[in-house]
Every structure is written in structure tokens, then in C-alpha cells.
């Protein structure tokens, strides 16, 4: 990726220290979080459906700014009814430790953290075998570090994305694909795969619940990552910063199919306990996949008015269910199908 969060050629490896820090934060409020209500109610824990990629950024910039914005984000959240301003502090806590038990190599400092540290680790991992993965290609001259092919290479899968970057024309091609670049992610895809692989084979203290949860937590903070770049606002954004939402960058894969390519990257073998298939695009992912892939099809078909890009958009819904349907929530597919999006269901996790 370009030098927003680490930077690579030949040689030269490089990170901007306050990026890559925002998002190891974003990482620590996840495992946050997810301890806080687990303490509370174990089946909110598991689902953590009210806390998305754009929540995790925001609180990270809030304690960066200080006291008084942490402060007033405690009153806008617990207004809003989901959080408490007691929960959140505690959260905050946890997050103190995690960060004081990796700045010691030793461990000394985690305490009772230790479970959080590991759900950190686990969501940071994910999040950096992408992110290292990519740049890691450029790094070795242009030469991926790990020669087998992954399994979305095994099963055309990352083809398939390659084709539906410009398929048909309803996808477009902003600019020509940079051969390196689309390398890059496939060396990413090999890395996450290799992570989760290891993941799965490590003795780990966390239920299986809590590592699919870090898996879709790591997928909410890459794509609001990929979609926002350096200094990427909080859920505000929804409303507020719209305009800075990047449907891709020229040159790279659209960013919703270099997210899709990672999600299915980190699947695993066994998504739930029951056999079941669960997507892990969902909340504040799906969110912003939907609107930057509902933006290129109006792009690419010329819509100017809202009637035209509501049309580009229909003619184009039966492509992105094939293709992405599975990777979404249904309620997405059916908010395609007829065009009434409802917030509450659409892109809710099952």
C-alpha cells in the first residue's frame, strides 16, 4: 500500500509510527470491549454487534486528543444507550494494561489482561499479516516470501476478483491495475492465511467464539482503514466526513474486494461450533463496502441524478449477489435486490 501506514521497496521497510499505533489502539479496544461484556452478558460478547471498525478508531482518537474528548465521547455514547460512561472507563483500563504488557517484552505487566492481551494479539495479527504481508512483497524485489499458493489462489477465487474489479463494465477499472500492487495482496492473502493457519494449530487459552469475533473485528478495522487512509475519522463519519470514503485507490483492486479477498483469507476451516457457515463482513465492514461498491457502479455508469444511480445500482445488484452474496449479511443481498436499506437488519452480523 502507499506510504500511509508502512512503506516498502527493495531493501527498505518503513511504518509511520502514529498510524500503525492507531491501529494496534483499535486492536486493544476490541479486546476491550469484548472482556467488558462478556463480564456483563456472554451473548452480547459473542455477537459485539454494536461495535464496528468506526467505534474502535473513534475511541482510539479520543484518548489520543485527551481527558476532555474521552469525556465527551462517554456522554455521546452512553446517551445513545448502548454503553455505559462505567464501561467504557473500564475499557480504558483494560486497554492501559494491554499497552503496558506489550511494552514490557516480558509480560510482567499483563496481569489479569492476559486473556485480553491474547484476543489483542489475535486481532492485531490479523490485521498486520495483511498490512506486513503486502509490503513484505515489495521489500524482497517484487517477490512474494511465501511460494505456496494460498488456498484463494488454489480455488480461483483471487481471479474471480480480479475479473469482477472490472467486469462487464459494471465495475470499472479507475485506473490499470499495477501488476506489483495486485502481487502485493496476493502475498498479503498468502500471509493471512498462514497466520490464521497457525492460529488454528496454537494452543490457545480463547474460545472459539472469541477468535471468530477477532477475525471480524480485524476485518471491520482494515476496511475502515482502507476506506479512510491516515487519520481515519470515528463512526461520525457515516454522515459527517462522507467525502472522504475512498472507493479505492488507482492502481490497487477496489478496496470492498481487497477486504472480501482477506475475509475469505482468515475464514478458517470451521467458521462456527455448529458447522455453519457466518460471514464476517458485517456491521460497519459491510457498511462501507456497500456504499463504496454502490459509488462505482454509479461511477463507472455515468449516474449523475439519484434516479440514475439507484438504476446503475439495480442493474448491478444480481453481479454483486453472485459474486459477494455469501461474504455479506443476507439482509444486503436483500437491500439490493430492493433497493430500502435498514440500518438496524441490513448489515447486521447473524
Same mark, same amino acid.
Given at each position: 500500500?502507499?506510504?500511509?501506514?508502512?512503506?516498502?521497496?527493495?531493501?527498505?521497510?518503513?511504518?509511520?509510527?502514529?498510524?500503525?499505533?492507531?491501529?494496534?489502539?483499535?486492536?486493544?479496544?476490541?479486546?476491550?470491549?469484548?472482556?467488558?461484556?462478556?463480564?456483563?452478558?456472554?451473548?452480547?460478547?459473542?455477537?459485539?454487534? =454494536?461495535?464496528?471498525?468506526?467505534?474502535?478508531?473513534?475511541?482510539?482518537?479520543?484518548?489520543?486528543?485527551?481527558?476532555?474528548?474521552?469525556?465527551?465521547?462517554?456522554? %455521546?455514547?452512553?446517551?445513545?444507550?448502548?454503553?455505559?460512561?462505567?464501561?467504557?472507563?473500564?475499557?480504558?483500563? %483494560?486497554?492501559?494494561?494491554?499497552?503496558?504488557?506489550?511494552?514490557?517484552?516480558? =509480560?510482567?505487566?499483563?496481569?489479569?489482561?492476559?486473556?485480553?492481551?491474547?484476543?489483542?494479539?489475535?486481532?492485531?495479527?490479523?490485521?498486520?499479516?495483511?498490512?506486513?504481508?503486502?509490503?513484505?512483497?515489495?521489500?524482497?524485489?517484487?517477490?512474494?516470501?511465501?511460494?505456496?499458493?494460498?488456498?484463494?489462489?488454489?480455488?480461483?477465487?483471487?481471479?474471480?476478483?480480479?475479473?469482477?474489479?472490472?467486469?462487464?463494465? @459494471?465495475?470499472?477499472?479507475?485506473?490499470?491495475?499495477?501488476?506489483?500492487?495486485?502481487?502485493?495482496?496476493?502475498?498479503?492473502?498468502?500471509?493471512?492465511?498462514?497466520?490464521?493457519?497457525?492460529?488454528?494449530?496454537?494452543?490457545?487459552? @480463547?474460545?472459539?467464539?472469541? %477468535?471468530? @469475533?477477532?477475525?471480524?473485528?480485524?476485518? =471491520?478495522?482494515?476496511?475502515?482503514?482502507?476506506?479512510?487512509?491516515?487519520?481515519?475519522?470515528?463512526?461520525?463519519?457515516?454522515?459527517?466526513?462522507?467525502?472522504?470514503?475512498?472507493?479505492?485507490?488507482?492502481?490497487?483492486?477496489?478496496?470492498?474486494?481487497?477486504?472480501?479477498?482477506?475475509?475469505?483469507?482468515?475464514?478458517?476451516?470451521?467458521?462456527?461450533?455448529?458447522?455453519?457457515?457466518?460471514?464476517?463482513?458485517?456491521?460497519?465492514?459491510?457498511?462501507?463496502?456497500? %456504499?463504496?461498491?454502490?459509488?462505482? @457502479?454509479?461511477?463507472?455508469?455515468?449516474? =449523475?441524478?439519484?434516479?440514475?444511480?439507484?438504476?446503475?445500482?439495480?442493474?448491478?445488484?444480481?453481479?454483486?449477489?453472485?459474486?459477494?452474496?455469501?461474504?455479506?449479511?443476507?439482509?444486503?443481498?436483500?437491500?439490493?435486490?430492493?433497493?430500502?436499506?435498514?440500518?438496524?437488519?441490513?448489515?447486521?452480523?447473524?
Amino acid at each position: 500500500m502507499r506510504f500511509e501506514y508502512c512503506y516498502s521497496k527493495t531493501g527498505m521497510f518503513a511504518c509511520r509510527e502514529e498510524e500503525v499505533g492507531r491501529l494496534l489502539m483499535s486492536a486493544a479496544w476490541a479486546a476491550a470491549l469484548v472482556s467488558v461484556r462478556e463480564r456483563d452478558d456472554r451473548s452480547k460478547a459473542v455477537a459485539l454487534g =454494536d461495535v464496528g471498525g468506526g467505534d474502535l478508531f473513534e475511541l482510539s482518537n479520543a484518548v489520543e486528543k485527551g481527558e476532555q474528548e474521552f469525556d465527551r465521547l462517554l456522554t %455521546i455514547w452512553a446517551d445513545e444507550g448502548n454503553w455505559t460512561r462505567e464501561e467504557l472507563r473500564a475499557g480504558l483500563t %483494560i486497554v492501559k494494561r494491554i499497552v503496558a504488557a506489550e511494552s514490557d517484552a516480558s =509480560d510482567k505487566e499483563a496481569g489479569s489482561a492476559d486473556v485480553e492481551l491474547e484476543l489483542y494479539r489475535v486481532v492485531s495479527g490479523y490485521v498486520f499479516s495483511f498490512v506486513v504481508g503486502h509490503e513484505l512483497l515489495h521489500y524482497a524485489a517484487d517477490r512474494c516470501m511465501l511460494s505456496d499458493s494460498s488456498e484463494l489462489e488454489r480455488t480461483g477465487e483471487f481471479e474471480r476478483l480480479l475479473k469482477l474489479h472490472g467486469q462487464n463494465g @459494471l465495475l470499472c477499472s479507475l485506473e490499470p491495475l499495477l501488476t506489483t500492487e495486485v502481487l502485493a495482496d496476493r502475498c498479503a492473502y498468502r500471509t493471512a492465511a498462514t497466520f490464521d493457519s497457525a492460529l488454528q494449530r496454537k494452543k490457545t487459552s @480463547l474460545p472459539h467464539w472469541k %477468535i471468530m @469475533l477477532g477475525r471480524r473485528l480485524a476485518v =471491520d478495522i482494515l476496511s475502515w482503514a482502507l476506506a479512510y487512509g491516515p487519520g481515519s475519522p470515528g463512526r461520525s463519519s457515516y454522515t459527517d466526513d462522507m467525502r472522504f470514503l475512498r472507493a479505492g485507490t488507482p492502481g490497487y483492486m477496489h478496496n470492498p474486494l481487497r477486504v472480501v479477498g482477506f475475509a475469505r483469507s482468515i475464514r478458517g476451516r470451521d467458521a462456527t461450533t455448529d458447522g455453519k457457515e457466518r460471514e464476517i463482513i458485517c456491521e460497519d465492514s459491510a457498511r462501507v463496502a456497500v %456504499i463504496q461498491l454502490n459509488r462505482i @457502479l454509479a461511477f463507472c455508469a455515468g449516474a =449523475d441524478s439519484r434516479s440514475e444511480v439507484v438504476a446503475s445500482v439495480r442493474n448491478g445488484q444480481p453481479m454483486l449477489v453472485n459474486e459477494l452474496g455469501v461474504d455479506l449479511p443476507g439482509g444486503v443481498s436483500e437491500a439490493w435486490r430492493t433497493g430500502v436499506f435498514v440500518e438496524e437488519s441490513t448489515f447486521s452480523c447473524r
